[in-house]
């Protein structure tokens, strides 16, 4: 299923890495640069481009929480939800984002803009409540500043 | 503070795009590594890195030099050795690593470079968690000006020394940051911890000698060879050398990050530095280094942030990143966000850690929704004895536990008021 690009890609990154084995995340990455997420009939090409059985691709792409296992919409939105977010209101920001969206955590809307996710720390606690859309940082969230983030992507 | 009582820090100028090579150099950057790198002994600057005292800043606060010091040296020591710069920061509460990176990339590669010399590394490692794109990105372009320049690569600076450094970006998992999980991670495995021994040191990735180290820690290292073990102990006001960054979260003033000298009172960092509390708002206690520390309170406030004075205390100096809680959020509802995230975040490897952490968290939503029963208190003091030092695989559980632990001894009345009210 991989395409001859795909393939390419992985192959040219084997030559940074003295076991294949060690470039796995990475080409599960460009799998999903390719294709949004990582589909199961992608892991036993990758497998076979690494030298691993389609287990051992699996053990590590379900291992992770930036690998996703199911489609994603054009968007991915990552919110905070430990400690100093939530303490700051990150529940007010996830109620007013599944209203917004009108979809919960792990969905994706019907027009496929956004897919909804948690995230651990993100290191931004200084700018609580903070959230990533596809990785740019949004920090010190209101309901009402939300607008104007999600305005940035179509 | 004078610019020269804060190393790491003094060249960051936040909201100003990290300074290149040349405003680096201007500032007096790469001088230990021209300094160093085949001119000075690696024995010999070993032996100022354990003379300061410099202590990981990863969280567990075991003595650097002394860590360097299992890897074999010497001419029959292995060719392949590699050092491994932990920038997988994801414990809540928890920022520097993330303004270091952002704020100073070349001084990550200077101290890479100066620390892999030491303890003549082949290769380093650099390991960035994925949601810190912008270290990345910065980090990328600093280790191309500095191949440019001939810092590393073959023959760095016509000293015969040869050093590749590795940018690795990881996938999100908080268990990554764990040393042996680590490594098992930067290998293309299931990122699950190792037993140890064999220490990494001994038997690392791929089964060579290999260091890890925290961001944070090895920023300290450029100045510690430059002006020395003594200059370095003089930073800090108490037993631990040198400075901190310190930060806060919470309903505190200001958040942070400040270099400060290690052994500044947790009062003065939680008053003067972060502001006290925002109006309206009491102190209830902290959590004085990430989410896997212990509470402190009221009573702790004089101490200083030295390693052992928090342990002392029950806690530990962890991140340094001070989590407040105060008067009016629900310390029941910050435990149990608290416990989810360890339980998500468990490898899964074993039981106390895999099945008890979801336990607790259950537990402890019954608290917080006044729901909770005599027996399931006991039950919450089970795990903290199931989750302990020593009875897992890893220290996740035992760092899992440690606020709950604590809350225990320090709130219990929150705890009788999560019991059921008998009709
Ligand atoms: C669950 C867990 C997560 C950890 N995460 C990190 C991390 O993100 N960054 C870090 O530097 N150390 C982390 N550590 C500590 C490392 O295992 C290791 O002690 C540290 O990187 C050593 O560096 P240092 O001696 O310079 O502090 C973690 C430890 C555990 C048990
Ligand atoms: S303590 Fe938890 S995170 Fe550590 S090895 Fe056991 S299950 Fe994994
Ligand atoms: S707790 Fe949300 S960014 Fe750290």
């Known amino acids: ?46 497998g076979a481009l690494l030298g691993l059985s389609a287990h051992d691709v699996d053990a590590v792409a379900t291992f992770y929480n930036l690998i996703f296992r199911q489609p994603v919409g054009r968007h991915v939105i990552l919110v905070c939800d430990s400690v100093s977010c939530w303490m700051l209101g990150y529940e007010d920001i996830a109620t007013a984002l599944k209203r917004r969206l009108g979809i919960g955590f792990g969905e994706t809307t019907p027009d496929d803009r956004f897919t909804l996710l948690p995230i651990c720390c993100l290191g931004a606690c200084d700018k609580a409540p903070a959230m990533l859309i596809d990785f740019e940082l949004y920090g010190d969230l209101t309901p009402e500043r939300l607008d104007a983030a999600l305005g940035h992507y179509a | 503070m004078r610019d020269e009582d804060r190393p790491l820090t003094r060249n960051i100028r936040p909201g100003e795009p990290p300074l290149d090579r040349a405003g680096y150099e201007e500032a007096g950057g790469y001088r230990a590594l021209k300094a160093v790198i085949g001119r000075r002994d ?123 450094v590795h940018l690795h970006t990881s996938a999100g998992r908080y268990i990554c940051g764990e040393e042996t999980a680590l490594i098992n991670a930067l290998e293309g495995k299931r990122a699950v911890p190792r037993q140890k021994p064999p220490f990494p040191q001994s038997s690392g990735l791929w089964g060579r ?5 925290n961001v944070e820690t090895l920023y300290n290292i450029p100045h510690i060879v430059l002006r020395g073990a003594e200059w370095y102990r003089g930073l800090g006001k108490g037993a631990d050398g040198g400075t901190k960054l310190f930060g806060a979260s919470g309903r505190v003033k200001r958040k942070g990050p400040w270099e400060l000298p290690m052994g500044t009172p947790l009062r003065e960092l939680l008053e003067a530095h972060a502001g006290g509390m925002h ?11 990430g989410a896997s520390t212990g509470f402190l309170v009221d009573e702790h406030l004089d101490l ?22 105060d008067d009016r959020t629900s310390l029941m509802g910050m435990l149990r966000n608290l416990e989810h995230f360890f339980a ?38 089970m795990h903290t004895r199931f989750c302990g030092m020593g009875k897992t695989f890893c220290a996740h559980a035992p760092g899992a536990i440690m606020p709950l632990e604590t809350a225990l001894k320090y709130f219990r009345d929150d705890f009788e008021r999560g019991l059921t009210r008998a009709a």
């Open chain 1, 1 to 46: 299923m991989l395409t001859a690009e795909e393939r390419d890609v992985i192959t040219g990154l084997l030559g940074h890495y003295t076991d294949p084995r060690a470039a796995v995340v990475e080409a599960l990455k460009v799998v999903q640069e390719h294709r949004r997420w990582v589909p199961d009939e992608a892991l036993p090409e990758v």
């Open chain 2, 42 to 164: 690696p024995g010999e600057l070993l032996d100022i890195v354990k003379d300061s005292g410099l202590r990981g800043r990863g969280g567990a606060g075991f003595p650097t030099g002394m860590k360097w010091g299992f890897i074999p040296m010497g001419p029959d020591a292995p060719k392949q050795k590699y050092l491994i710069v932990n920038a997988d920061e994801m414990e809540p509460g928890t920022f520097k690593d993330r303004f270091l990176l952002e704020g100073d990339p070349h001084q990550m590669v200077e101290a890479a470079i100066v620390a892999a010399w030491i303890i003549q590394a082949s290769d380093v490692y650099i390991f960035v968690r994925d949601a810190y794109r912008r270290a990345t990105d910065l980090l990328r372009a600093a280790l191309a000006e500095a191949r440019e320049a001939g810092y590393l690569g073959r023959n760095i600076l016509g000293s015969g020394y040869e050093l590749e």
């Open chain 2, 209 to 213: 000698p290999s260091v890890v180290n």
């Open chain 2, 279 to 289: 109006d309206g708002h009491g102190f209830r206690g902290l959590l004085p280094g």
């Open chain 2, 304 to 325: 200083p942030m030295d390693f052992d004075p928090i342990q002392n205390a029950g806690s530990r100096l962890g991140t340094g990143a001070l989590i407040v809680l």
């Open chain 2, 344 to 381: 998500r975040e468990s490898c899964g490897w074993c039981t106390p850690c895999r099945d008890g952490l979801p336990w607790v968290e259950r537990i402890l939503a019954a608290f917080a929704a006044g729901r909770g029963t005599a027996e399931e208190l006991d039950i919450l003091e």
